[in-house]
């Protein structure tokens, strides 16, 4: 009994090594979230999503303290006019990166229940295709609106 006992405990601490293992190693790199004027009611947070892992993931929900709702954007070229729209996931690649930033992908705080002032810090929850999460704090930033780094490209 003490023996099938301890097989069955070495069993499940094996399976729980096997489920932790098979999350995707996520690193997030220079989050911050976007300073908007007082009573402005929305705002957006950027970040690098870096994928260490071999196994591709994606950044599929957020939420936040700060907004009632927390959706995932992307820019987009439709017909000449840039339009932001709603995405299901932002995929973050094997081995590679997923950029947030002004222009493109975004992390979208709608609703917001406070203002968002330069210099303060704010919770945001990433969850992740694999079951993962993080939780960061995040510094609020002013965001220049034409961001030298932004190039179209054709």
Excluded: W
């Excluded at 992307?74 to 729209?85: F, L, Y």
């Amino acid at each position: 009994m003490i023996k099938t006992l301890i097989g069955r405990v070495c069993l499940v601490g094996a399976l729980g090594l096997t489920a932790m293992s098979a999350s995707a190693e996520v690193t997030v790199e220079n989050p911050y979230a976007r300073a908007v004027p007082p009573g402005q009611m929305n705002s957006a947070s950027f970040m690098v999503l870096n994928n260490t892992d071999t196994k591709d993931v994606a950044l599929v929900a957020a939420s936040s303290s700060v907004a009632k709702v927390v959706e995932l954007h992307n820019h987009i070229n439709e017909d000449g006019v840039m339009k932001m729209r709603q995405v299901d996931s932002i995929a973050v690649p094997a081995l590679g990166k997923a950029s947030l930033q002004p222009g493109g992908y975004h992390v979208m705080l709608i609703g917001l229940t406070q203002d968002l002032m330069e210099g303060q810090k704010i919770d945001l929850k990433l969850e992740f295709s694999d079951g993962s999460s993080q939780a960061l704090t995040l510094p609020v930033q002013k965001v220049m609106a034409g961001m030298k780094s932004h190039k179209h490209h054709h």
